[in-house]
Each structure stands twice: as structure tokens, then as C-alpha cells.
């Protein structure tokens, strides 16, 4: 107990070190010593010992997140930095999605910019916008042509189009005007019709070129975090809860992207209520929240693949399907017709999830190639020959169409393993289960692993329990590794950062499945020597 503390208390009294990276390598190995701590004292029993840890978790998650903050402390309620690259996808592109759908964002901005007393998307500042059609770049003069051949402005009242201005510019001052040409080469706007059901009434009802409006707006998702806990706290208890929120706010992934942003992670906070939910045996509350996320999203709807595996076993057995997997699916499924309605009610009518289908097929695509993205796809893109990665996107796309085959056959294994694992498990560690079914069958942003924080509430891996050590340090070392190659590796690029942490997931998943298969081949053999005797 005496190393955890000495490992945790110099986090608290030396300065911030000038180098996050650093610091948070610093954490993870605070945390990894707290936890080896925490697991003895539950195999020797010791309470007193479980308090300390509980409160070295919470020192160590305070110090963590105020850390994001850079010393902004009186900004905890209202944070007046604007995630601007964020602000202007998501606040515009859903408060104009009548009129701009999901292709003409970039072209529209570009031509309201040339009417503003001081255009910022000049020449000079944004050189090349991406062409949502091909995500290839286009110079900035061609995507003015463009809108006005397409009649862009046309689409817009007069009203309209002046508040569309207005509104750029009060993000635009969120950012300087030479730092415009990244969130122009971005990949647009790409949140389902589900979002905008709630969202674009609220970004038309409020005036967000008052910037307190824009930053209370940003400053929603802390409420957010805080709901998050009090549900994991409700439904797995305070010690899961600290660890997979040490874990999230560690992770690498989610580097600067924690705050300041438009409701940029609340598909965390559904995920989780969903899961909880279900996990405390309410599977109706459980299902719509689940909906939400999934239609909003796309992957959290994998998570039910556990109770949909379990009412088809039962069914082809010809027994009558457990009430709860029957319930919990119809309302999911009604909950999904709803959520298809609704985000129908757009001026674009039906057809924005036609639109958003086209626009997603064309994101999916070009999705792998990037080098921050999380799945067993990733690692195509590397070539195994030489023991290299690329950045030439030509050469990325090369590797890709080489390693096709072997990329899907994995998959396929992978895939068809979990569902094996699965189909003995208890409904919570089935539902979990899925999430090595999405890494199996998408190609995830970084920021959406945050979600597989919710492994540490696995219930077979019982504090006392080997596994349960394992899996946890496991958990942490991924991220450790990672900022141990930025620090004693300067050149280290994200192609092989993230290929690492990709293999690295790949393994843990492989070796929980391989367990629980395991645990069946056991429970057969006792089975069938029993029925010998």
C-alpha cells in the first residue's frame, strides 16, 4: 500500500509537467501500482486498504481531469474555449442541414465567407477544402464555383442566409484565421438523422452568435460526464466507475477532445445508461436508450447482438425464448422504426437517410486509411513484407486491396468467435462481448473506444480473481505503451502508434474470448462425463 501512495502523492504536489504525454505516462503507472494494491487487499481482505485505494483513485481522477484543463479552474461551469473544429460540424451542419444536407457545408461556407465585411476562408487561409462527394481536395475557387452553380444560396430565405453568416462568423472567432484550413479538409458532417431530432430544434430555437450561448452549449457534455458516473456508480459500483473513468480520461484517444465540444460524446453517456440498465434487469427502459445511440451512431447497436444470439439459439432448439430477450428486442425494434420517423421530419424528408447512407458508404471508405482509427481493418494497412507503414495514401490504399482477403477472413474468425463465446455467457458479460464484435466489423474515430471502459465491469472478473488484475493492468498498459513510444520515440508517427494499440486490442479481445471458450470446453467435458457414470 505504502508504493501505490508514494506512486500517487508526487502527482499532487509537483508542478504539471510541461509535457501531457508524459504526464499521463506518469498516471497510468500510478494507476497500475494502485490497482495491484487494490487486488491484495481484496484477496487478504483487508477493508481499511480498499478505502485508501478508493480515495487514491478519486485523488488520481481529479488530478487527471483538472489537468485537461490546463488551470482554467474557474471555468468548471462554463468553459469559455470553444472546440471550434467540432462547433462548426455539428452546430452548423445540423442547424442548416435543410438546407445544406450532407455534401454542401464546405461549398456553402465558402461562398457566405466572400460576403462577410472581413472573410476569414480566403485563399491564403484555406488554400483546399475536402469535396464531400469524393473526400479528395479541391482548391477553394473551385468549391465557390461550385456553390454557385448549384445554386447554393438559393435554398436559403433571405433571412436565412444572413443568419447563416452571422453564425459563421461567431464561430470563426472561436479560432484564428490561419488555423482554418484543417477543419476544411475535415470529413464533414456525418451524425445520422437520429441527431437531429433533438438537435436541430434546439440549435433554431437559441441564438448562438451570442457567445455565452455557444459556450453554455459546449459546456453541456460536463453534465454529461457527471450523469455518466452516477448511472456507473448506480449500477457497477464507485470502484469500476473510478477505474473506467481514470481510463477514459487517460486514453489517448481522447486527447483534447473531453471538453469544449458540442454534445461531441453523448452517445458515452446512452451507451452506458443502456448497458447499466439492462444490467439491473430493465430491459425496457434499456431498449430505446440503446436505439438512440445506435441510430445516432451505428455501433452501439452491435451490443445487442448477445440477446438477439440467445432468442435465435432458442428458437432453432424450438424452446420458448426467454421473455426478457423477447422484450428487450421488440422495443429495440420499434424504438429504431421510431427513430427512422422521426429523423424523416427534416425538409429533406425520407430521403436524408438515403443521403446519409451514400454520405457514410463514401466516409467508410476513405475511413480506413486514416491512422487513428480503431479495428481489426487497420491493420491492412501495413506492410507486413517490409515491417513499415506509409503515409502516401496511395500507398495506403495499395495495402489495403493486398491484404483484403486476409483482413476479412480475420474478421470473419474473429467474429465467429465471439458469437461462440457469447452463447454461454450471463447477459451482461454477453452484452460486453460485443464490443469485440465491433472491433471485428467497423473501423472506429479513436474517441469511440471510450466505451470499452466499461470492460472493467465485466462480473467475471471478480476483484479477488487473477482476471481480474490481469485484464485491469492490461487495460492501462495499452495506453502506457502508446505514450512510451511519443516519449522515448520523437519520430514515432501515429501509423505505427495506433497499429500498436490495434494489435494490442486485438489480443485482449482474443484472449477473453479464448477464456470463455475455454470455460464451455470444461463445462462439456463435465457434462459428458457425468452423463458416462
Known amino acids: 500500500m505504502a508504493l501505490a501512495l508514494l506512486a500517487v502523492v508526487p502527482a499532487f504536489f509537483i508542478s504539471h509537467p510541461s509535457n501531457a504525454t508524459v504526464f499521463k505516462y506518469y498516471i497510468i503507472v500510478s494507476v497500475m501500482i494502485v490497482l495491484a494494491a487494490s487486488w491484495l487487499c481484496e484477496r487478504k481482505g483487508w477493508k481499511t486498504c480498499q478505502k485508501v485505494v478508493t480515495v487514491a483513485l478519486l485523488l488520481m481522477l481529479a488530478t487527471t481531469f483538472l489537468y485537461q484543463y490546463k488551470g482554467r479552474l474557474k471555468d468548471l461551469a462554463l468553459d469559455h474555449k470553444v472546440q471550434s473544429w467540432n462547433a462548426f460540424h455539428y452546430v452548423l451542419g445540423t442547424k442548416y442541414f435543410d438546407e445544406l444536407g450532407y455534401f454542401d457545408l464546405y461549398n456553402a461556407v465558402i461562398l457566405a465567407d466572400t460576403e462577410l465585411e472581413k ?4 485563399k491564403r487561409n484555406v488554400p483546399k477544402v475536402r469535396d464531400m462527394y469524393t473526400y479528395g481536395f479541391i482548391s477553394r475557387s473551385t468549391a465557390l464555383t461550385r456553390a454557385r452553380a448549384e445554386g447554393v444560396r438559393r435554398r436559403f430565405s433571405d433571412e436565412r442566409w444572413q443568419l447563416f453568416k ?42 448562438i452568435r451570442n457567445p455565452t450561448t455557444l459556450q453554455l452549449l459546449c459546456s453541456v457534455e460536463l453534465l454529461l460526464y457527471v450523469l455518466t458516473i452516477l448511472i456507473a456508480w448506480w449500477a457497477f459500483g464507485l470502484r469500476a466507475t473510478l477505474v473506467g473513468a481514470l481510463w477514459i480520461c487517460l486514453y489517448h484517444g481522447n486527447d483534447r477532445l473531453l471538453v469544449g465540444n458540442y454534445f461531441h460524446y453523448d452517445w458515452l453517456v446512452l451507451t452506458v445508461a443502456a448497458v447499466a440498465l439492462y444490467h439491473k434487469g430493465h430491459p425496457i427502459a434499456a431498449a430505446p436508450i440503446l436505439a438512440y445511440a445506435a441510430m445516432m451512431r451505428g455501433f452501439p447497436g452491435l451490443l445487442a447482438l448477445h440477446p438477439a444470439l440467445c432468442w435465435l439459439r432458442d428458437v432453432v432448439r424450438l424452446k420458448m425464448p426467454a421473455r426478457r430477450y423477447t422484450v428487450f428486442l421488440t422495443a429495440l425494434g420499434l424504438s429504431c422504426i421510431l427513430m427512422i420517423a422521426l429523423g424523416s421530419t427534416t425538409a429533406r424528408g425520407p430521403g436524408a437517410w438515403m443521403e446519409w447512407k451514400q454520405k457514410i458508404e463514401i466516409h467508410s471508405a476513405n475511413h480506413i486509411k486514416s491512422a487513428n482509427r480503431v479495428g481489426i481493418g487497420r491493420l491492412s494497412v501495413f506492410d507486413y513484407s517490409k515491417g513499415r507503414a506509409y503515409v502516401s495514401s496511395k500507398k495506403r490504399a495499395e495495402l489495403i486491396q493486398r491484404n483484403k482477403t486476409a483482413y476479412h477472413a480475420g474478421a470473419a474468425l474473429l467474429l465467429a468467435l465471439t458469437a461462440l463465446a457469447m452463447l454461454r455467457r450471463d447477459d451482461h458479460t454477453g452484452m460486453l ?73 486485438l489480443v485482449l479481445f482474443l484472449g477473453l474470448i479464448l477464456y470463455f471458450l475455454l470455460q464451455d470446453l470444461t463445462w462439456l467435458r463435465t457434462r459428458n462425463r457425468q452423463k458416462k457414470q
Do not use: C
Not at 119 to 122: G, L, Q, R, S, V
Not at 448 to 460: G, H, I, N, R
Not at 467 to 488: C, D, K, R
Open 119 to 122: 472573410p476569414i476562408f480566403t
Open 166 to 207: 452571422e453564425d459563421i462568423q461567431a464561430i470563426q472567432t472561436q479560432r484564428s484565421p490561419r488555423r482554418w484550413a484543417g477543419p476544411l479538409r475535415d470529413r464533414g458532417f456525418n451524425p445520422s438523422p437520429a441527431w437531429l431530432i433533438i438537435h436541430r430544434p434546439l440549435l433554431n430555437a437559441v441564438d
Open 433 to 505: 462481448l460485443g464490443f469485440a464484435a465491433i472491433f471485428a466489423m467497423l473501423i472506429l474515430s479513436r474517441y469511440y473506444v471510450s466505451v470499452w471502459a466499461l470492460l472493467f465491469t465485466l462480473p467475471a472478473l471478480d476483484r479477488r480473481r487473477r482476471g481480474n488484475l490481469i485484464v485491469s493492468l492490461y487495460m492501462f498498459l495499452l495506453p502506457a505503451i502508446y505514450y512510451a513510444q511519443l516519449i522515448y520515440k520523437s519520430d514515432m508517427r501515429q501509423w505505427y502508434t495506433y497499429y500498436t494499440f490495434n494489435v494490442g486490442m
